[in-house]
């Protein structure tokens, strides 16, 4: 399988009033085709931005520093005009949080649906991918307008208009957060069972671990800016190299033993100024030594994972 | 009963209501005023005259018989006849109407042709630039400068040089269309600079707020060309409170064309109420605000089945 998105020591500032902010402070991460990355980290660790860069949607305050972003073999960075559009319409496909407000409010289900699909498309068209993303009912959902759906139909019809090109790549962006706990799953499945049918790669944000691990492949953990470990879901979730995965581990719901508490981690997630020059984590992790805030740490490569921790190798999982 | 029917029956018994309201309170107004109708026609005549004249009009009796009479009369279409002309003051203002509703049309009609486009390009292109500045100069101009200043400008350059327009004659608009709008224009001008400055404000506010929302960030994640952003989504969604400002500017010019019908001796109903309320001329001042009320309810009603025919979402909630 071929490298679809590859990014490398990626730097994307945003100014501000106070100042720059760094929000991603050199990450690294590849996704092959048809493969399904999670990732995941804190509010503010750079997930959204990512997402957001790989499509050149950042806000135009953002600023692209180092670093490259190839996404089917072309920098995103260098893109404009038709070709931008091109790989916005035809490579990517987004699906966001809040679904009813991705939705044009003035707009029919079945308008919306048919501006994003090939030029003649018709009504039978709209039918069949409705009936696609399980909408059984879909005479009556094309007719409707966003705010008559409930937030699961809305999403099915916003995962519907982000396959309708048959992208490559389906970003989501917290896709759940905002609906009902009982359909959280259902949707995620559908998403990933469309993806899987059509061999589109999915990159999926999201601060519900049983989620990620339930659905993706690899995962990357997010902080500060860096992508700090990026391995095998499974692998990563049951033996987590870097401190901060372990910590997220623990502050999870679900994950916790019966009796057991579940562990906040404690301080907050720090916000960067500029490039960070020790480990961003170091005030926070109880692994910490002096070297940590002293010297950055760069990348090594960990029982197959990439990891960014100056102990990761004492760190090492036992050998299965 | 159907929805509809229930909606329109609750609009028109509301409608009533207000109607009987505005109608005590100019009543009570009119007569409140110091100097009555027999003061003002003849001042300097002997208390039996004016107790004939008085009688004669009914003016002797108690106000709530006076008022009585006239609502008794109005419900059944009998709108009285003019205390100075004898004249019916319905034949008078259905003369008169159409001048004013021509003036009042033409300054909304400029305030559209002017604001929508500099206001929504400058909500398109941020803050910093030529075409915003530039707009809310003219904004700001034509919202802080009254009509009557402006009225008198154009008076002054234009009696001076006629430059194809023409200053105090007036001709009826089926007699020949384009002598009449050589004498309206310069008038309507006059009144539309209060419009265009409300409608550049509220289409610029718009079209930041409907830019900063999810589905027009969806829409560009789509791959969208920004011309089409605009036109499918932007415009249609930042429509709604510019009707709202074009409802209520329309409604205030049927009061507000007074001053412009003066100096550019238009003969509209402004000019006839004025001259009402100098004469006390009550029958006329009566159906004159009547009148003016009953449009007022009239464009709020459009304004409403404009709101939902653009924004669905409104539809539903307005029986309620």
Not at chain 1, 126 to 133: E, G, I, P, R, Y
Request: net charge neutral; with cysteine; charged share 15%.
């Amino acid at each position: 399988m071929n490298a679809l998105v590859a990014i490398s020591d990626l730097v994307v500032d945003f100014r501000t009033r106070q100042g720059p902010v760094r929000a991603l402070d050199g990450a690294s991460l590849a996704v092959r085709e048809g493969e399904k990355v999670g990732l995941v980290g804190e509010s503010g660790s750079g997930k959204s931005t990512l997402a957001m860069a790989l499509g050149r949607l950042l806000p135009p305050n953002a600023e692209w520093g180092s670093g490259e972003l190839m996404v089917a073999g072309v920098s995103v960075r260098d893109l404009e005009g038709a070709a931008l559009r091109r790989l916005r319409s035809h490579t990517l496909g987004y699906v966001f949080q809040d679904p009813i407000g991705t939705l044009d409010p003035t707009m029919r289900v079945a308008r919306q649906l048919a501006a994003v699909m090939e030029a003649g498309a018709g009504a039978a068209d709209v039918s069949s991918l409705l009936a696609d993303v399980g909408l059984q009912d879909h005479h009556r959902i094309a007719r409707s307008y966003p705010h008559e759906l409930s937030g699961g139909m809305a999403q099915r019809v916003s995962i519907a208009m982000a396959l309708a090109a048959n992208p490559k790549l389906i970003v989501a962006d917290e896709p759940t957060a905002s609906l009902d706990a009982s359909i959280r799953g259902q949707i995620l499945d559908l998403l990933v069972s469309l993806c899987a049918a059509h061999g589109t790669a999915l990159v999926l944000l999201s601060h519900d671990l049983r989620a990620i691990a339930h659905c993706c492949d690899r995962v990357a953990v997010m902080y500060g800016g860096r992508t700090v470990e990026v391995g095998a879901t499974a692998e990563v979730f049951a033996e987590p190299v870097h401190p901060y995965t372990e910590a997220l581990l623990r502050a999870a719901p679900g994950q916790e033993r019966l009796g057991g508490r579940i562990e906040p981690i404690p301080g907050l997630p720090p916000i960067l100024t500029g490039r960070a020059e020790g480990c961003a984590f170091e005030p926070r992790c109880r692994h910490r030594i002096d070297a940590c805030a002293l010297a950055r740490p760069e990348s090594s490569e960990i029982a197959a994972r990439q990891v960014i921790c100056h102990r990761a190798e004492e760190r090492r999982p036992a050998a299965p | 009963m159907s929805t509809v029917a229930r909606y329109a029956l609750v609009r028109i018994a509301s409608a009533c209501l207000t109607l009987f309201g505005v109608a005590v309170l100019i009543f009570g107004a009119i007569h409140a005023l110091p100097g009555s109708f027999e003061d003002v026609l003849v001042p300097q005549a002997p208390q039996e005259l004016r107790d004939q004249i008085a009688a004669r009009y009914g003016l002797d009796r108690p106000l709530v018989e006076q008022f009585g009479m006239w609502l008794g009369r109005a419900i059944q279409g009998d709108l009285g006849v003019s205390l100075i002309t004898q004249q019916p003051v319905a034949a008078e203002f259905a003369r008169r109407l159409p001048v004013t509703v021509e003036i009042a049309g033409l300054a909304t009609a400029i305030a559209l042709l002017v604001g929508v486009p500099l206001g929504v390009l400058s909500g398109l292109t941020g803050h910093r630039r030529l075409v915003p500045a530039t707009s809310r100069l003219v904004g700001g101009f034509a919202m802080s400068v009254p009509d009557f200043v402006v009225g008198a400008v154009l008076l002054y350059v234009f009696s001076r040089y006629s430059l194809w327009f023409t200053i105090g004659e007036w001709t009826p608009l089926a007699d020949d269309p384009i002598a009449n709008l050589r004498g309206a224009l310069l008038p309507a001008f006059a009144l539309s600079l209060l419009g265009i400055g409300l409608v550049l404000a509220t289409a610029r506010h718009a079209t930041i707020s409907v830019l900063g929302q999810d589905f027009i960030m969806a829409a560009v994640a789509r791959g969208k060309r920004p011309g089409t952003v605009v036109r499918q989504h932007v415009l249609r969604n930042a429509g709604i409170p510019v009707i709202t400002i074009v409802a209520i500017y329309s409604g205030y010019l049927l009061g507000g064309t007074i001053i412009v019908e003066m100096l550019f001796s238009v003969p509209g109903i402004g000019r006839y109420l004025i001259f009402g309320v100098l004469n006390r001329d009550y029958t006329v001042v009566q159906a004159g605000v009547m009148l003016a009320a009953t449009f007022f309810i009239l464009l709020n009603t459009l304004a409403d089945a404009l709101y939902a025919a653009l924004d669905p979402r409104l539809a539903g909630s307005q029986g309620r």
